[in-house]
């Protein structure tokens, strides 16, 4: 089994930065990748990226190119999510999920962290 948590969630000015963290444990051996989603209230869940937990091969959708990005430590079985420039249309639940099949099936999700974003 995988388990994964997020932090660094808050409230952020428009502008402003801010850094989430997803811890992941478990049997962290079987992970192909770990995807950045979020979930805005009365909209889909939107994927932002994906980093492949071996090389660190990134994924990032275009809509958030440029200002967002993504990393992990093997070290610290962490990912984070960079996100700058932030602007009130970010504001939403941010999940964290690992693929252990490569088949882009995301098994095990962490309970998330809120982003609020004020203008």
């Known amino acids: 089994q995988v388990q994964l948590v997020e932090s660094g969630g808050g409230l952020v000015q428009a502008g402003g930065s801010l850094r989430l963290s997803c811890v992941v444990s478990g049997r962290t051996s079987s992970i192909y990748a770990v995807g950045w989603f979020r979930q805005a209230p009365g909209k889909e869940r939107e994927v932002l990226g994906i980093i492949r937990w071996s090389d660190a091969t990134l994924y990032v959708t275009d809509s958030v190119k440029g200002r967002f990005t993504i990393s992990r430590d093997l070290a610290k079985s962490t990912t984070y999510l960079q996100m700058n420039s932030l602007k009130p249309e970010d504001t939403a639940v941010y999940y964290c999920?690992?693929?252990?099949?490569?088949?882009?099936?995301?098994?095990?999700w962490g309970q998330g962290t809120q982003v609020i974003i004020s203008s």
């Open positions: 999920a690992a693929d252990s099949t490569s088949a882009g099936k995301y098994d095990h």
